[in-house]
């Protein structure tokens, strides 16, 4: 029971058996669900928002929050693929794409670290700014007719597994072991737990900061120029809203929206859970305008347990405190009580 406890406590184990029990519990209405070509779809899918959670996760961890990054997917989506269509070289137009999104996320994470202006101001102001630009640049029309040698490359596969899957789960290892085994990634959830402690510990705060926003911010992009290659289209509203699918893929992953706490990879498992829930919906035959209100009702259900877990952190590492400081207390009337002969060894024997 310790172990099963012990298990249960991850919240990346817990994520990842809900998205267990929600396969098994669909496929009982819809036999469908669970088939090879359904996981599939739902694998494939779920790559725009595992490199969203992937650079939010980042972060989240510091303590902050980027509502920026459907808009940044849009912008360089749009990019990429006007640049594409209008015939200039793949590498060219993809690296530019991803290059100005990391850019974006430089600027977000100087006016956060530098300026100190509010996280999420900061992240919606550049929100505001980008989907103003966007329609500029587009003219508020579709950019389609792109080369079928792009689209194809979403379509690319080694064994059952998605090429672009099989990079989001590379990019996901590589990312955890970061976190996990290097100085340096640590310092995220340090900044995030306790932020005044890491400044005076000598951690470079604003630096990490800076960081963590930029690899947002390129995440983003690069979520947008694969978003290109699988629909093989961009419109004006491209990202709408998907900023808030990629938060509660976090939270609901294990990555608390106070900071200093959560895995990578409960964030991916939390990303393929709300890929897995619309792709449910469809089996179901649930009409489609029911998606948002799911998607809005499993965001604050999400968030709410969020704040109750971190509460009870927080009071379970305030009893070990002060657990701690009592021990420390009864040690020490115990040693003050003590007879002199009793402490010093080879004392008035004679």
Not at 97 to 104: E, K, N, P, R, S
Not at 117 to 126: A, E, H, Q, Y
Not at 199 to 211: A, F
Request: aromatic share 8%; charged share 15%.
């Amino acid at each position: 029971m310790t172990i099963i406890k012990k298990l249960f406590e991850k919240r990346e184990i817990t994520a990842l058996m809900f998205l267990i029990f929600l396969f098994l519990g669909v496929s009982l209405r819809n036999p469908d669900f669970i088939n090879a070509q359904s996981i599939s779809t739902v694998l494939k899918g779920s790559v725009l928002y595992i490199f969203l959670a992937v650079g939010m996760t980042f972060v989240l961890l510091t303590g902050g929050i980027d509502v920026s990054v459907g808009a940044i997917l849009g912008i360089s989506a749009a990019i990429s693929a006007t640049m594409i269509r209008d015939g200039s070289s793949v590498i060219l137009s993809v690296a530019l794409a991803i290059t100005i999104g990391l850019i974006i996320g430089l600027i977000n994470g100087i006016g956060v670290a530098v300026v100190k202006v509010p996280p999420i101001i900061m992240t919606l102001g550049t929100l505001g700014i980008i989907r103003g630009i966007m329609i500029i640049y587009t003219n508020g029309r579709w950019v389609e007719n792109l080369p079928d040698s792009f689209k194809m490359a979403s379509q690319a596969s080694f064994g059952p597994l998605n090429v672009y899957f099989l990079l989001a789960v590379i990019t996901v290892i590589l990312v955890q072991l970061y976190f996990s085994k290097t100085k340096k990634g640590k310092y995220f959830a340090a900044i995030g737990d306790n932020i005044e402690g890491s400044v005076l510990v000598g951690i470079p705060v604003n630096k990490m900061i800076i960081i963590a926003y930029a690899i947002s911010g390129l995440c983003a992009s690069i979520a947008g120029v694969i978003f290109t290659s699988q629909v093989g289209f961009v419109t004006s509203n491209t990202g709408l809203d998907i900023e808030m699918v990629a938060i509660a893929a976090c939270v609901l992953g294990g990555v608390s929206l106070s900071g200093g706490i959560g895995s990578v990879v409960g964030a991916s498992i939390g990303a393929i859970i709300m890929t897995a829930i619309n792709s449910a919906l469809i089996f179901l035959k649930v009409p489609s305008f029911w998606n948002k209100f799911i998607q809005g009702l499993l965001l604050i259900i999400i968030v709410v347990s969020d704040v109750m877990i971190h509460k009870c952190f927080q009071e379970k590492a305030r009893k070990q405190r002060l657990s701690a400081r009592s021990e420390s207390t009864k040690d020490t009337v115990i040693e003050n009580d003590l007879p002199e002969e009793s402490i010093f060894l080879g004392g008035n024997e004679q």
